[in-house]
């Protein structure tokens, strides 16, 4: 486990610090991401499990789509954590802009190779479901076109943050992009109300009752619910060894300038 | 001020800014970001020769099926309740069309009005529900699905179903 | 079942990528906690 850095007790933040900055220690921060991690995955794996047997097995088919309905208990979760992904990744980044968090940095970093990898699965499980269904693989329409701009987002953050040679530029340089891209989150998410689009509109919104018989709507909130801690727990691991491969380059360059 | 006061109203100010041009820009643009018009707006603007994507419901009973050289040919009415266009296609349908179903036809404008279809799109609604109670609404008289919407969902989601939907 | 040709490939895909990067993470993970093992032991010796 992660206990083997338990030991180490590195830039100590100044006593009395408070609010976000508790968990700027990196030491810290390990020993909880050690302890929730297990967790986080265990559940993870275990709600998506739930789900995606029970869209498969149980779930009865849609009297127009046939089984071909089954494909949304694997698109809608990535759909919605790609845009969750990147609400995570502007807001480390806000924090790492404005409040100088050590950790905020490394998250940003950490969270856009996941959300970009969850972004493709929403396009391409979509492509798999608009074939059949509307009877074209990808359409131009605003819906479809948006969250491909969300993808390259997140593909300029991540080419953006390691364009540079010192690491605080790229950061940086990451830190506004995903800023600035903030604006399309509600572009994607209204897509489909403000403009006419081939995509139909959301089924499940916070203002009304979900417009999907519940024998689907169950095994859906199980795969949402399993892969949001997949997703909590991917990020959480990768941070982890970020922070540790950042401790190994600060000891490897103390060591080099002491010999 | 302390310093990251001043960048946290720096970081508001531009997103402030940044967030009006988006809208603007999007306002400015919002007749290239639709995918589809309707037949209203295609009374009201279109041109004979234009090429476009027409968007709307098959009308009931509007759907009339031939062959012609071998292809299946098929002539139906797109409308979005207020105005409606008789479309012509040669070519295969998507397993979704049918009549009250949504579809998005690529096109030119016929100068008879008509519209002459290259590509036939089905949009589905939001609407979810396996074939057991789409059966149970027909047989009770609560729904016809080429009539239009269905109910609303706390009157049926709870409807027995089988896996295959019957 | 109906169109598995297209509900496999999206299964397939859905548990693919996450798969590869859960892989990713385990593999950075263990190679950081033993080069530090490493470093740090022999800091402290």
Redesign the interface.
Known sequence: M?G??D??SPTAPPRGARGLHRFANPGRFLRLAGRVLPWA?GIGLLLAAIG?AWG?????????????????Y??VP?AWLASAGYMALASAS?VA????HPLADLAAVEIA??GA??T??CL??GS??G??????FW????RLTSVLVLFFLYLGHIALTRAFDSPERGYRAGAILA??G??NLP?IKFSVD?????H????ITLTG?????????WPLLFTALG?SF?FVA?VL??L??AV??R??RA??AA?AEGT | MKRKHRRLAIVLACGLGLGSAAALTLFAFRDNLVFFVTPSDLASRGHAGETLRLGGLVAAGSVQHATIDGQPAVRFRVTDGRSSVSVSYIGVLPDLFREGQGVVTLGTLAPDGGFVASEVLAKHDETYMPKDVVEALKKSGHWQPAAGPPPPAATWNTLPATRNGG | MTHLAYILPAYAVALLIPALFAGDAWRRLRRARARLLVLEGGRRR
């Open positions: 992660l083997v850095v030991v180490f995955s995606l498969l097995f149980v779930a009865p088919a849609d009297w127009q789509q046939g089984d071909a309905v089954r494909i949304m694997v698109h990535a806000a802009l404005v409040w100088r190779p996941v990898g969850f493709a699965i391409i499980t798999l479901w074939k059949p269904m509307w009877g074209a359409v131009w329409d605003a800023l600035v903030v604006v572009i403000w403009w006419n689009t081939l139909q509109p959301a089924s009752a979900p417009t999907m018989y519940l024998g689907m709507l892969a997949i991917l691991a990768r982890s060894a540790m491969e401790r190994i000891l490897l060591r």
